[in-house]
């Protein structure tokens, strides 16, 4: 609580020497990865280029090319004829609704509040680097890697209705008693979580929404996490505010210096960020993530290279590009374009709350405990058989623009 607090002075001290010390002038143009070129630069009272402001993702575009697709760019007939075709298979809609009243059909029907449909972006592809817009292949040590990781999360699935129905969530798998596996350790960190599917032993069998740790780096992908930002600059340093829904969200302090990185044996939950400008365009380098991360099978060996531009009045421009030798055979590079809100009409407030003391938790484990007691009383099920959440998500055919 007292970091906390602490933390929520520091960034409110930002956050008044910003609004009082704020102005606008001309700059020069200056062009983005992306061909966007701004006129008209604004500054900041110490001279910076101003990033300032509350961004989001207002187009669906996929992390990767869909199948089919070989052009960078959809033509606008494209982009018509796909917002058509998808209005009614939004990824939390309709069509993940299962039987009325069940389990699965709370689920969506929860989610499907929170949610709506963006219109499809011009862009086919948020990765422009390889050209194909398609993640390079991963090493052989990653496959392996994640192989065991499938098989272990298969294991513990095994007693589950998703098995004994043979659905696609379990394929590679077969139904059968309960594993002694549910007895081992993941054999990596399970970043996500391993608690949607039956285990609850303690907080680290949680997925990451419960344990207040859903913002990690990078955020790219669509959905909750990473679609705002809001960007608070003073001399010295930019603080960033990733929204990532339903209450939460992380705050990340950039400095922006010519120290060096932090020594490789500090590991951080979002790495460690150094920036500089170079012209209109903010640096940022990251190193240093912890082991218990995971972006894309990449974990403590991740390097991050963000270029931040200002491309217009209203929007902004993020190039991020990512490299790990022991996940893939090459460095790959995506863009995230942004648009700027209006400040009064979405005023954000920047301490993520989660759960006050997170009470979730607590509940959590206690109907964990609850449901073993039950077992062992013969009056329920055993704990191995139960699915929850994501467990029994049965993404077979659906359309790859929504699950991006």
């Excluded at 689920?107 to 680097?129: C, E, F, L």
């Excluded at 082991?291 to 491309?311: D, Y």
Aim: charged fraction near 20%; proline fraction near 7%; charge should be negative.
């Amino acid at each position: 609580m007292r970091y906390r607090l602490i933390r929520a002075i520091g960034i409110g001290a930002v956050l008044l020497v910003v609004s009082v010390a704020m102005v606008h002038v001309s700059g020069g143009a200056e062009t983005g990865a992306s061909g966007l070129q701004s006129a008209t630069a604004p500054r900041t009272a110490w001279g910076e280029p101003d990033l300032q402001g509350i961004w989001s993702v207002e187009l669906l575009v996929p992390l990767e090319r869909p199948a089919g697709v070989t052009t960078e760019f959809y033509t606008d007939e494209q982009v018509a004829e796909l917002d058509t075709e998808r209005a009614d298979k939004s990824v939390f809609g309709n069509h993940l609704r299962a039987e009325p009243g069940s389990e699965a059909d709370v689920t969506g029907a929860y989610n499907a509040v929170y949610t709506s449909q963006r219109p499809t972006g011009q862009r086919t592809a948020m990765i422009v680097d390889p050209p194909d817009g398609q993640m390079p292949s991963y090493t052989p040590e990653a496959q392996e890697e994640q192989a065991a990781y499938d098989r272990y999360k298969l294991a513990l699935m095994q007693n589950t209705q998703v098995c004994r129905d043979n659905e696609f969530a379990c394929r590679g798998g077969e139904y059968g008693p309960p594993s002694p596996r549910l007895l081992e350790d993941p054999p990596v960190y399970p970043a996500a979580g391993v608690g949607p599917i039956n285990r609850a032993d303690g907080p680290e069998d949680r997925g990451l929404s419960e344990r207040c740790m859903t913002g990690n780096l990078p955020a790219i992908r669509g959905g909750f996490v990473g679609v705002y930002r809001r960007i608070v600059q003073s001399p010295g340093a930019v603080t960033i505010y990733y929204d990532a829904g339903q209450g939460q969200g992380f705050t990340r302090n950039v400095p922006i210096t010519t120290a060096p990185h932090l020594p490789s044996s500090v590991r951080q939950w979002w790495g460690d960020s150094r920036s500089h400008w170079e012209g209109e365009t903010l640096v940022v380098d990251v190193t240093n993530f912890s082991p218990k991360t995971n972006f894309q099978g990449s974990r403590e060996n991740l390097h991050i290279v963000e270029r931040w531009t200002r491309t217009g009045p209203d929007t902004l421009e993020v190039v991020s590009t990512f490299e790990d030798p022991t996940v893939w055979t090459r460095p790959w590079t995506v863009i995230q374009e942004f648009k700027m809100q209006s400040n009064e009409a979405n005023r954000i407030y920047t301490e993520p709350r989660c759960h006050e003391g997170n009470f979730g938790m607590v509940g959590a484990l206690a109907g964990a405990r609850t449901i073993e007691q039950e077992y062992e009383d013969g009056s329920g099920r055993h704990p191995a058989s139960l699915c929850i959440g994501s467990c029994g998500l049965n993404t077979e055919g659906l359309d790859p623009l929504a699950l991006r």
